[in-house]
C-alpha cells in the first residue's frame, strides 16, 4: 500500500482578541501532528472536544491553512496551492461536515446542492449533471423523486445522505468524515455508517474519520490516531488499540465505552481535572496534570512519539501494556 496523504508536523495556532494594537492570545488548536493514511483505509482520529481533531481535518481539505509543517497528497506536497492548483485538489478531497443541518444551503433544492461541485468544475451538460446527481441519491439511499425538494423537507439521517453525495459528485480519492453522525440519533447512525462503508468498498475511497466516540471508530478504523490537546499521543491499529492501549490517555477513553450489559464489571477511569487551555499547554506531557501515572519527567520533558510493538507508537514516558526492555549484562 502507497501513502496516499502524509501530514508532517502540521500546526494550527489561532489569534485571538487582536486589535488595533495587536496583543492578543495565541490558541494552540494543532501543535506539531503527523502521521500517514495508505490508499484504501481509514484512518479514525479521536479526542475530546476541543483537543483539535476538527481543525486539523480542516487544514488537511485546505479549509484552513496550517501555521507550520507540510501536508503531502499523492506525493505532491498541498500546503500552500492556491487559485487553479487548489481548485483541482478541491475533485479530489472533499469534506462530510458535522451537521447535516447546518452544512445544506436552506434556500437551495437538493438537485442544485449536490449538482453544484459538478457545475464548478465542469463535468458535463446540465442534462448529464442532472443524470449524475440521480445517480449519486440512488447511491446514497435516497429518491431521485426528491430532487426538488428543499433540505428542511428531510430528516437528520437524509441530509447527512445528502452531504455523502455532495462530497461524492467530484469522483474524490480523500474523504475527509469530520464527525458524521455524532448529530444524529444512534438509530440513524449505524445506518450512516454502514454506508459510508458500502462506499468505500464499492468506490475505493480513504476515509479520514473524525469522532469523539471510541465505540463508533472501531466499526470503520483500520488504524486509529488519538489526539489529546492538540498532540498525538498515539496510533495503532484498531483492534490493538482496543486491546492493550499504550497511553494513559487512551486508556482513560475506552474505560468511557459504554458496554452492552450495564451489570458487567468494569474498571472506569475517572479523570480528575479540566482539560487544560490550548492558549497556555502545560509543559512536558501536556496530559500529565491528569494522568494518573504522571512522574518528575512527564512535568519536565514532552514525550516523544515511539514506536513499540504491533505497528503501534505513542508519546509516553510510562507507556502501558508494553513488554519492559531486556536488560543488557
Known amino acids: 500500500m502507497t501513502s496516499l496523504l502524509e501530514v508532517i508536523d502540521v500546526s494550527k495556532h489561532f489569534h485571538t482578541g487582536r486589535g488595533l494594537f495587536g496583543g492578543g492570545d495565541v490558541v494552540h488548536a494543532v501543535d506539531g501532528v503527523s502521521f500517514e493514511v495508505q490508499e484504501g483505509e481509514t484512518l479514525g482520529l479521536v479526542g475530546e472536544s476541543g483537543c483539535g481533531k476538527s481543525t486539523l481535518g480542516r487544514c488537511i481539505v ?16 498541498i500546503t500552500q496551492v492556491k487559485g487553479k ?50 445517480s449519486l441519491l440512488r447511491l446514497v439511499g435516497l429518491s431521485p423523486e426528491h430532487i426538488n425538494r428543499y433540505p428542511h423537507e428531510f430528516s437528520g439521517g437524509q441530509r447527512q445522505r445528502i452531504g455523502v453525495a455532495r462530497a ?50 472501531r466499526h470503520v478504523s483500520d488504524r486509529i490516531a488519538v489526539m489529546y490537546l492538540g498532540k498525538l499521543v498515539e496510533v495503532a491499529p484498531a483492534e490493538e488499540l482496543y486491546r492493550a492501549p499504550v497511553h ?71 507507556p502501558l501494556n508494553v513488554a519492559p526492555a531486556p536488560v543488557s549484562a
Open 85 to 134: 492548483q487548489l481548485r483541482a485538489l478541491r475533485r479530489d478531497v472533499q469534506i462530510v461536515f458535522q451537521d447535516p443541518y447546518a452544512s445544506l444551503n436552506p434556500r437551495r433544492r437538493l438537485g442544485h446542492i449536490v449538482g453544484m461541485p459538478m457545475q464548478v468544475h465542469g463535468m458535463g451538460s446540465s442534462s448529464e449533471i442532472r443524470e449524475r446527481v440521480a
Open 248 to 318: 494513559p490517555y487512551t486508556e482513560a477513553l475506552l474505560s468511557a465505552v459504554p458496554v452492552p450489559d450495564p451489570r458487567a464489571p468494569r474498571d472506569r477511569i475517572v479523570l480528575t481535572g479540566d482539560v487544560p487551555s490550548p492558549v497556555s499547554p502545560p509543559g512536558g506531557c501536556r496530559f500529565h496534570p491528569r494522568c494518573l501515572y504522571a512522574t518528575e519527567i512527564c512535568c519536565r520533558e514532552e514525550p516523544p512519539l515511539i514506536a513499540h510493538a504491533h505497528g503501534r507508537v505513542a508519546a509516553c514516558h510510562h
Open 168 to 217: 461524492l459528485a467530484v469522483n474524490p480519492r480523500l474523504v475527509v468524515c469530520d464527525e458524521p453522525v455524532s448529530a444524529l440519533d444512534v438509530s440513524i447512525q449505524a445506518q450512516v455508517i454502514n454506508l459510508l462503508d458500502d462506499l468505500q468498498d464499492d468506490l475505493g475511497l480513504t476515509y479520514v474519520f473524525i469522532a469523539h466516540d471510541l465505540a463508533v471508530v
Open 62 to 77: 485546505r479549509l484552513h491553512e496550517p501555521t507550520g509543517g507540510s501536508i503531502r497528497f499523492d506525493g505532491e506536497d
